[in-house]
């Protein structure tokens, strides 16, 4: 009896064409485009800082906006690769 659905081999559906264990390359993970950013400036006491943990976008500028506030100064959102960190 035939299966409408197309069939798969752990769990990717192989197109028209395609043998057993072989995938196209759209089923392959692709890379992240996603850009995160870090927050440098000064802190209050005058010392230089910088973030440890990446932020998306709007959550850098929430951030700049709570050190502000919080008296530090010059700071700025900048943009990060991942596992990388910048430098006060």
């Known amino acids: 009896h035939r299966n409408a659905l197309p069939q798969t081999d752990r769990g990717r559906a192989r197109t028209a ?14 890379p992240s485009t996603t850009q995160n950013y870090a927050l440098t400036g000064t802190d209050s006491t005058g010392k230089g800082r910088a973030s440890t943990v990446a932020y998306d976008k709007p959550s850098a500028e929430h951030r700049k906006a709570e050190l502000e ?5 010059d700071v ?8 990388e960190l910048p430098q006060p």
């Not at 264990?21 to 089923?27: E, I, L, Q, R, V």
């Not at 506030?69 to 100064?73: D, F, I, L, R």
């Open 17 to 30: 064409g395609q043998a057993a264990g072989s995938y196209s390359t759209a089923s392959w993970p692709q």
């Open 69 to 73: 506030a919080a008296g530090a100064t």
């Open 76 to 83: 700025k959102v900048v943009p990060i690769r991942p596992g």
